[in-house]
Structures are given as C-alpha cells and as structure tokens.
C-alpha cells in the first residue's frame, strides 16, 4: 500500500497465464474480469498475511461454456447436432437445463436431452431453418434462473452431394427423417434406395415420377415408411420411418434423376433386458446396449440416475464383432438406466430403460404451503435398518439419505442425517410420525417434490416402498 493507494506486486503465474484477462481495478484491491475464459473459474481467495492470516473475502467463480458440436459450421438439413451446456462445477442447489426460445415450437422439434457430469447435453434431431436460434441453455439457483445463453447456429440447405450419418434408437418413438430436396431445378424423378447392413444388398424403397402418386415398396418397412406428400412435385423428396427399427440400419441414398443428392448411414442402438420378467427368481439384472455397426471409433456408456458414467467401453472399426456394452446390475437398484453412444466425445443418441420392479408406483400430489398429510411407508417391513431417501425433482436429480429406521420394541426410531437437518425446507416440514415409518409432513413447500424410496438394507438391499410427490404452485 502506497499512501492511501493500494499496488500490487503480480506473481510470475499471473505474468504468464492470467494477465490478459484479470486486471488489476487501479487504487483499490479489486480485480476487474475482460472476456474470461471457461479456465479461470475456481476459488478467489483475498486473506491478509500480518499479523496473522486473515481471510478477508472469498469468492467462488463459475465459468458456463455453450457449445455447438456439429462435424461442421453449417450442419446440413435432415443432419443431427449435439448442443452442450457445460458449468465448471455442480452443486446440488444448481440446475441446468435446455429449453426452447419460443415455448410453441416444443411440440415440432424431436430433441433427447441427458446429463453426462456436469454437461447437460440436447441432441436435435434433423435439423431444419427453424432450429437455428431455438434453443437456450437456462441455469437455475435454487429454482430461480441466474442465466439464460442461447446458442445460434446456420442450416445448410444444399444437399447435392452431402453425406452424413444418423443415429437412431430401436424403440417405440424413433423416428427417421429422409430428407431429399432442391431449391431451384425441376427433376422428372426421384428415388430413395436402401442398402441394408444384414444383407449388404441396395433396394429401392420409393420411387417416384413427376405430378404421379410415388410407388412405395412395403417388403421390409411395411406401414412404417410414410411418405410426406402422395405425388412428386419435381423438387422434394421427403419420407419417414417411424418407428425405427434396430434392423433398418445401413446407407440410403436419394437421387433426383441421375444426381446423387443425400447420403445417409443409419446407425441403430437397442437395449435387452435378461431376465425380461423383473419377477424372475435371482438379484441381478443385466442391461445389454448393442450398436447395428461400427464404421468409426464410438464409445458405448451407461449413465445412472444422477448423470454418472458407471461402465464405458471403446469400440473402432478394426474388430467389428465387438459391438455391445453390458451393465449387471442389482434388482433392487430401481431407476433409470441409459445406455449413450459417444463419436468423437460427443453423445449422439440415448436409449433409456426404466427398471421397474415388482409393486406398484405411489403418486401424490400437494399445494405448495397449503396443509399437512401423512405420507405412508411400508406396510410389511420385514428386519430394520431401513433407510429413507429423497431424489429432488428440481437441481441435479441427486439422491440424498434422509434418515435410517430401526426398531426400539414394536416401535420404530429414526437417527437422521446430515443433508437432513442441513436442509430447513426437510427438517421443518418433515418429521416421523409415533414409531412408525410414516412421515408427517406439514405445509410442504413447492423443493420437497421428488421421489421418497424405503430401502431394507440387511440381509440384502431391497426396495420396499416408493412414492412419487409432485408439487403445485400457483404464481400471479
């Protein structure tokens, strides 16, 4: 300090890596931030060093990155992009999370939105014109948005020539977008061929004359190829498959007259359940995510309830017999499994299976601050311990262990957490109720929705009750 002025002496570290983006607030013992990048988020630490160290004022930094992570620029028409909202560190009381910039426009757009660590990413599904400035990255405090980033991006609509690859899901709401198109020439024809992975044999599976009906041959997709338009009006030649199956795999080209315009590779991915029957005698269930064909090192992963990689595996085009990822995991370890397809780091589709075990689902429902009720546990316990735990509905989807039940005589005790008398809006609200396993809850705030599980945890882990809160709160 010189006078009433403060000047600081820089470190070499600052010298060399931090220079061109803190600066010093000239006089004052501030630090004025240009442009920072995504690396300088972290801790800032302001202490005094005499008479002895002092911690005058910290400061936490979060860096949020938006990203587009298409293979170009300008993703082509009908192609698929991956939009990525990454914080630099998660806390269970911020939330992220994708949503549309016109909330009309939700219902139109196919999108999977996941959360891999600290990353929420959207996958978009054939992106037209209208997706280029839909999308918005939203974080959440505690429920209250803190930032909204919008990522922008432009559309090619040339397709002469283009070549791409999609992945798709073998499940019940998979659908596959041809997109075959010209903005200025008129053709005579067109046709859509498909050369399966099975048989390595090209078909033709529409085909079409101008201002005719277009012939459609049916001997593999049947009612599941579904044309856009009845006749060929010379420029567009659009069809769809819905649902995909995981056998629909392999190349598809589109040519009007003789020119090659769109062609696409179809990569499919399925999950297997062994046993299929959750009721089957055993503890285990295994999870079985299989990829149609491997043109290029992808990654297979399973993903748990709270965004955690939990098996991963590489797979590349030198041993094409190795196309699957298994997850063996515990019956009693109900909840949502999602087997994700990683190219070049980035995930292209997700297959989610939901391990729903013997019984039946609890639903609740309840007004924000508006009375009490009792929210029932199990009715045939069995041997204590029990544990208690709680999934939010809103920030990370972290499971958190509220409290662990024992009996005291034909009575019931609790011995509550650490997250539980940390949290007011459980500890206030949420109290046992006379030696059982009920739970009293009083003027239950909009926080406490979420999913409420009973475990049995000897003489092996179990489920033995769970129910589902939902909160509604009415703002003017």
């Known amino acids: 300090m010189w006078g009433s002025r403060w000047e600081p002496r820089w470190s070499e570290y600052y010298q060399n890596d931090l220079s061109y983006w803190i600066m010093w607030d000239y006089g004052t013992i501030n630090l004025r931030f240009t442009n920072p990048t995504f690396k300088l988020a972290g801790k800032f630490t302001l202490f005094q060093t005499q008479l002895r160290k002092t911690i005058l004022?910290?400061?936490?930094?979060?860096?949020?990155?938006?990203?587009?992570?298409?293979?170009?620029?300008?993703?082509?028409?009908?192609?698929?992009v991956t939009l990525s909202c990454t914080i630099s560190k998660l806390s269970d009381t911020v939330c992220l999370q994708w949503k549309w910039r016109d909330s009309s426009q939700q219902s139109s757009r196919k999108t999977d939105q996941i959360r891999v660590n600290n990353t929420?990413?959207?996958?978009?599904?054939?992106?037209?014109?209208?997706?280029?400035?839909?999308?918005?990255?939203?974080?959440?405090?505690?429920?209250s948005i803190i930032h909204n980033k919008t990522v922008s991006f432009s559309v090619s609509q040339y397709l002469h020539g283009k070549s791409y690859t999609l992945y798709r899901s073998g499940t019940?709401?998979?659908?596959?977008?041809?997109?075959?198109?010209?903005?200025?020439?008129?053709f005579e024809n067109a046709a859509w061929r498909w050369t399966s992975d099975s048989q390595n044999q090209e078909k033709s599976i529409a085909y079409a004359s101008s201002s005719k009906p277009i012939n459609v041959n049916r001997s593999h997709f049947g009612n599941r190829l579904v044309l856009t338009t009845s006749t060929f009006n010379g420029m567009n030649f659009n069809v769809r498959i819905v649902p995909v199956l995981f056998e629909d795999a392999g190349v598809y080209k589109c040519l009007l007259q003789s020119y090659s315009m769109a062609n696409i590779r179809l990569i499919?991915?399925?999950?297997?359940?062994?046993?299929?029957?959750?009721?089957?005698?055993g503890d285990t269930v295994t999870l079985t995510c299989c990829v149609s064909d491997v043109t290029e090192s992808i990654r297979l992963t399973w993903i748990n309830n709270d965004g955690k990689i939990v098996e991963e595996k590489a797979l590349n085009e030198w041993n094409k017999e190795e196309k699957s990822l298994q997850l063996i995991i515990q019956k009693a370890d109900r909840g949502k499994w999602t087997c994700v397809l990683f190219h070049q780091n980035i995930?292209?589709?997700?297959?989610?299976?939901?391990?729903?075990?013997?019984?039946?689902?609890?639903?609740?429902?309840f007004l924000h601050q508006e009375g009490y009720f009792l929210l029932k546990g199990p009715d045939n316990p069995g041997t204590d311990p029990i544990i208690w735990e709680w999934r939010s509905h809103s920030g990370q989807q972290t499971t958190k262990q509220l409290g662990t039940f024992h009996r005291e005589g034909q009575q019931w005790a609790v011995k509550w957490s650490d997250d539980y008398h940390n949290m007011p809006d459980i500890s206030q609200r949420?109290?046992?109720?006379?030696?059982?396993?009920?739970?009293?809850?009083?003027?239950?705030?909009?926080?406490?929705?979420?999913?409420?599980?009973?475990?049995?945890?000897?003489?092996?882990k179990k489920i033995l009750k769970q129910t589902e809160l939902f909160g509604i709160k009415v703002n003017i």
């Open 57 to 80: 004022k910290e400061y936490n930094v979060f860096g949020i990155k938006v990203e587009l992570n298409a293979h170009s620029p300008d993703p082509t028409v009908g192609s698929d």
């Open 120 to 143: 929420v990413y959207l996958m978009v599904k054939h992106v037209t014109a209208a997706d280029e400035k839909l999308y918005v990255c939203e974080i959440q405090e505690n429920g």
């Open 172 to 186: 019940d709401n998979s659908e596959l977008n041809l997109v075959c198109q010209h903005y200025t020439n008129h």
């Open 268 to 281: 499919t991915v399925k999950v297997t359940v062994e046993p299929s029957d959750a009721e089957t005698e």
């Open 347 to 365: 995930p292209q589709v997700s297959v989610p299976d939901y391990l729903e075990l013997s019984g039946s689902l609890n639903e609740m429902y």
């Open 430 to 460: 949420i109290h046992e109720h006379f030696g059982t396993l009920n739970l009293l809850i009083r003027n239950p705030t909009f926080e406490l929705a979420g999913l409420f599980t009973w475990t049995q945890t000897q003489p092996s």
